[in-house]
């Protein structure tokens, strides 16, 4: 098979696999005829010239005749051989016939525990939170109440803190497992195009049924979960682990044994975070990012993007990856950029602010939003305890609850008055979308000086290069604290911690960065424990 690359096709196309096979024969220079299956393997859009939007496919073709003498006449970089990609597990090599434990069953836990039970350990899953369905209800509830449940809410709960966001699944990661997370979420109820697209998302409202169908197959395989039930210490003899205590809504405790646990538990578990140093698990300061949310409307971000094309039925709602590094100053990036969507009230702890961006799949709502974040370096912290970064963080989080008075509103100010730092009065043209409301005040009183000076720098920046992102009625919105965790639990080569048994997992324990890179750790995770002869 063949992978052809940078195809492109105009915006009204006719018939798109009878076009791209045309163009696939005369890349190939053979008659089409020839050409016996084309499939797509990537699409995005390309609208670096607002002129001439169009797309630019990826495809894979098989041919007749020899593959490998065609290569080698052509001799033609946009042309490489490619295989029909499959995943197998490792050989089992474990012995122990006890239950692994998998702590939290966000998208490092969801696979972890995925494969296990496909190699027929039947996995205990332990989640803090609610199951989604019920998981939603209380976030529901949180926005319209401000009663917070600090065990399920949008950080904690069934699927993740991605749930609540926008199922976005780009990454930085190259590794062949991602195309098996892929598979698997389709299999699971994801759309197919997810396969194809250069950009793939799933949405809030359609993940939170992926999430579901991937619990029961996890159970069909033997596994079992245990949900608002939370870890509150391992038991450890002879340095390896011999069992977990945990606790239930009602406040029960109660001791599990087993010699196999797996921390995928978030990058907002700080109590377990505090709990495993407590216990001499070593740790390290782990860089962060910290910033605010921007919204604008989205017809603004469509027309900055595609020009005259901005309605054109086959374009959807336009997005954007912006990064820049300011004269004498640190990197700023956008990151989480949510088309269509709303900004959200995101805590999972009494008192505090957190924001974060959420889209539903037809990413149709009046709004787009992204976080503008500052890297956080170690030698920005407070202190050299190895939990500064994740203190610091919840101090910025509990400046922001009082600045919003009190009540789980959050603090916001117009990009024309953050830039002049001075508190906002009114708002333009952008109605912020955050359920829990905002209070217009000056964010650069919040946030980090450091942090600030880059913000406002990059925001001049970032305009040059999205025409109107600095515009004087976009709203920025703070905190947004939460894009990764401020700690790595150190892990050896065999992905345990000095503790025998004990393996920290994703996002929360430093090896991950949102839901495909933390899905691919579950499943290495999952191979190593396959390959310990215990």
């Given at each position: 098979?063949?992978?052809?690359?940078?195809?492109?096709?105009?915006?009204?196309?006719?018939?798109?696999i009878?076009?791209?096979?045309?163009?696939?024969?005369?890349?190939?220079?053979?008659?089409?005829?020839?050409?016996?299956?084309?499939?797509?393997?990537?699409?995005?859009?390309?609208?670096?010239?607002?002129?001439?939007v169009?797309?630019?496919?990826?495809?894979?073709?098989?041919?007749?005749?020899?593959?490998?003498?065609?290569?080698?006449?052509?001799?033609?970089?946009?042309?490489?051989?490619?295989?029909?990609?499959?995943?197998?597990?490792?050989?089992?090599?474990?012995?122990?016939?006890?239950?692994?434990?998998?702590?939290?069953?966000?998208?490092?836990?969801?696979?972890?525990?995925?494969?296990?039970?496909?190699?027929?350990?039947?996995?205990?899953?332990?989640?803090?939170?609610?199951?989604?369905?019920?998981?939603?209800?209380?976030?529901?509830?949180?926005?319209?109440?401000?009663?917070?449940?600090?065990?399920?809410?949008?950080?904690f709960?069934e699927?993740?803190?991605?749930t609540?966001?926008?199922?976005?699944?780009?990454t930085?990661?190259?590794?062949?497992?991602?195309?098996?997370?892929?598979?698997?979420?389709?299999?699971?109820?994801?759309?197919?195009?997810?396969?194809?697209?250069?950009?793939?998302?799933?949405?809030?409202?359609?993940?939170?049924?992926?999430?579901?169908?991937?619990?029961?197959?996890?159970?069909?395989?033997?596994?079992?979960?245990?949900?608002?039930?939370?870890?509150?210490?391992?038991?450890?003899?002879?340095?390896?682990?011999?069992?977990?205590?945990?606790?239930?809504?009602d406040?029960?405790?109660e001791?599990?044994?087993?010699?196999?646990?797996?921390?995928?538990?978030?990058?907002?578990?700080?109590?377990?975070?505090?709990?495993?140093?407590?216990?001499?698990?070593?740790?390290?300061?782990?860089?962060?990012?910290?910033?605010?949310?921007?919204?604008?409307?989205?017809?603004?971000?469509?027309r900055?993007?595609?020009?005259?094309?901005?309605?054109?039925?086959?374009?959807?709602?336009?997005?954007?990856?912006?990064?820049?590094?300011?004269?004498?100053?640190?990197?700023?990036y956008?990151?989480?950029?949510?088309?269509?969507?709303?900004v959200?009230?995101?805590?999972?702890?009494?008192?505090?602010?957190?924001?974060?961006?959420?889209?539903?799949?037809?990413?149709?709502?009046?709004n787009?939003?992204?976080?503008v974040?500052?890297?956080?370096?170690?030698?920005?912290?407070?202190?050299?305890?190895?939990?500064a970064g994740?203190?610091?963080?919840?101090?910025?989080e509990?400046?922001?609850f009082?600045?919003?008075?009190?009540?789980y509103t959050?603090?916001?100010?117009?990009?024309?008055?953050?830039?002049?730092?001075?508190?906002?009065?009114?708002?333009?043209?952008?109605?912020?979308?955050?359920?829990?409301?905002?209070?217009?005040?000056?964010?650069?009183?919040?946030?980090?000086?450091?942090?600030?000076?880059?913000?406002?720098?990059?925001?001049?920046?970032?305009?040059?290069?999205?025409?109107?992102?600095?515009?004087?009625?976009?709203?920025?919105?703070?905190?947004?604290?939460?894009?990764?965790?401020?700690?790595?639990?150190i892990?050896?080569?065999?992905?345990?911690t000095?503790?025998?048994?004990?393996?920290?997992?994703?996002?929360?324990?430093?090896?991950?960065?949102?839901?495909?890179s933390?899905?691919v750790?579950?499943?290495?995770?999952?191979?190593?424990?396959?390959?310990?002869?215990?």
């Open positions: 098979m063949l992978r052809i690359n940078e195809l492109k096709l105009p915006l009204d196309y006719e018939n798109e009878s076009e791209l096979t045309a163009l696939a024969a005369k890349q190939l220079k053979i008659e089409q005829s020839n050409i016996k299956t084309l499939e797509i393997y990537k699409k995005s859009v390309d609208c670096r010239k607002r002129n001439d169009h797309f630019i496919y990826s495809v894979n073709v098989l041919s007749d005749g020899d593959e490998d003498a065609l290569l080698k006449r052509l001799a033609n970089p946009k042309v490489q051989k490619t295989g029909v990609y499959s995943y197998e597990l490792p050989e089992n090599k474990r012995t122990s016939q006890l239950r692994p434990i998998v702590v939290g069953f966000g998208p490092a836990g969801m696979f972890c525990s995925l494969m296990l039970a496909k190699a027929g350990l039947k996995p205990l899953v332990i989640e803090r939170g609610q199951t989604v369905y019920e998981r939603t209800k209380s976030v529901e509830s949180f926005w319209q109440s401000r009663t917070l449940n600090t065990n399920s809410n949008v950080q709960g699927g993740g803190a991605g609540f966001s926008d199922g976005k699944l780009t930085g990661i190259k590794d062949p497992r991602i195309r098996e997370v892929f598979l698997e979420f389709c299999r699971d109820g994801a759309p197919e195009e997810i396969l194809a697209s250069a950009k793939p998302h799933i949405g809030t409202d359609r993940l939170k049924e992926v999430v579901k169908n991937l619990r029961e197959k996890v159970i069909s395989l033997g596994g079992e979960f245990r949900f608002e039930t939370r870890l509150t210490d391992i038991i450890v003899y002879n340095g390896s682990v011999q069992g977990v205590t945990v606790e239930t809504a406040g029960k405790t001791d599990i044994e087993t010699d196999t646990v797996i921390l995928a538990i978030g990058h907002s578990a700080r109590d377990t975070v505090e709990m495993l140093f407590n216990r001499g698990i070593p740790m390290l300061q782990k860089p962060f990012s910290v910033g605010a949310r921007i919204e604008h409307r989205q017809e603004m971000i469509d900055s993007q595609y020009g005259k094309f901005q309605n054109h039925p086959r374009l959807k709602a336009a997005d954007y990856k912006l990064a820049c590094h300011p004269y004498g100053g640190r990197g700023a956008t990151f989480c950029m949510c088309p269509g969507g709303t959200v009230c995101a805590p999972s702890e009494e008192n505090t602010v957190v924001t974060n961006g959420m889209s539903e799949y037809a990413r149709d709502k009046e787009a939003n992204s976080a974040l500052v890297g956080i370096e170690p030698s920005d912290f407070p202190s050299e305890h190895p939990l994740m203190y610091w963080q919840r101090e910025i509990q400046k922001a009082s600045m919003g008075g009190g009540d959050a603090p916001a100010q117009l990009v024309k008055d953050f830039l002049d730092n001075t508190a906002s009065t009114a708002l333009g043209d952008v109605k912020p979308s955050c359920p829990t409301g905002v209070k217009l005040t000056n964010i650069c009183e919040l946030l980090p000086k450091k942090a600030v000076d880059t913000m406002q720098s990059a925001l001049v920046k970032m305009n040059g290069m999205l025409d109107g992102f600095a515009c004087d009625s976009a709203v920025l919105t703070a905190p947004e604290t939460r894009s990764s965790a401020p700690v790595r639990i892990r050896d080569e065999f992905y345990q000095k503790v025998r048994g004990l393996y920290p997992c994703g996002e929360g324990a430093g090896y991950a960065g949102g839901i495909v933390a899905a750790d579950g499943i290495k995770v999952a191979e190593a424990i396959l390959g310990d002869e215990r």
